[in-house]
């Protein structure tokens, strides 16, 4: 049982670049949400989805876009990578609902850079 | 939306010291979870609070749900070097609709640990 599966674990973006980070989670979980994580700023929820083909906008959405074509897989894309979007990234899902009997399971992270 | 003041931010403590740390809210929560962050990792759940006044263990742990449902503290006692991390305090309300809400965190408190 992987858990939540997050790749890639690094990166480097040139500004105005493009890419998808991925989020995978085997364990038939209904909510998936995309976090980013900044010294100081704790974890801000980026977007969300409770369901496949629901999707919402969490504290932070701007640069960002999401689908969830399947229950399993949730990508975040980012359009046109801006320096301000230097962060590490969490992917974490939830079963049921929300928030779940035990809470959130987390990936390991992405830590972006963009230059 | 709704916060969580997490107290202290971070602390610097001597292995075998024990140390507390805190959340509250404006908010009612029905549950109160505590996470820990590894270094280059993502968080995982410590502790999870279901009722109002429950204390609860977990080794060396013990967190409880503040009676008036709006705080909780996370009491780590004769620490060791491997506590070293960021420790996440999370929230979850009822909905609306009586579905739970998303879970809320906390901005983390670092925990530094010298042996």
């Known amino acids: 049982n992987a858990g939540v599966t997050q790749t890639p674990k690094f990166q480097v973006l040139k500004t105005g670049q493009s890419m998808t980070l991925q989020c995978a989670q085997d364990m038939n979980h209904e909510y998936m949400s995309w976090y980013r994580q900044d010294p100081g700023m704790g974890l801000r929820l980026i977007h969300y989805s409770v369901g496949a083909g629901i999707t919402d906008q969490g504290e932070v959405p701007n640069g960002y876009n999401v689908s969830r074509s399947t229950t399993e897989d949730f990508p975040l894309r980012l359009l046109s990578a801006a320096p301000s979007q230097t962060s590490v990234y969490f992917c974490?899902?939830?079963?049921?609902?929300?928030?779940?009997?035990?809470?959130?399971?987390f990936g390991s992270g992405t830590r972006l850079t963009v230059v | 939306g709704q916060q969580l003041n997490q107290s202290p931010q971070s602390m610097f403590i001597q292995e075998g010291e024990d140390v507390s740390m805190n959340c509250t809210s404006s908010s009612i929560f029905n549950t109160w979870l505590w996470y820990k962050q590894d270094p280059g990792e993502g968080p995982v759940l410590l502790i999870a609070l279901y009722k109002a006044g429950e204390l609860t263990s977990n080794g060396r742990l013990t967190a409880q749900f503040g009676i008036t449902r709006k705080d909780s503290f996370l009491n780590i006692s004769a620490s060791i070097p491997s506590d070293v991390g960021i420790y996440f305090c999370a929230g979850q309300a009822l909905g609306f609709q009586g579905g739970s809400e998303k879970l809320v965190f906390g901005k983390g408190m670092k925990l530094t640990v010298n042996p």
């Open positions: 974490a899902s939830s079963y049921p609902g929300t928030g779940g009997i035990d809470g959130y399971t």
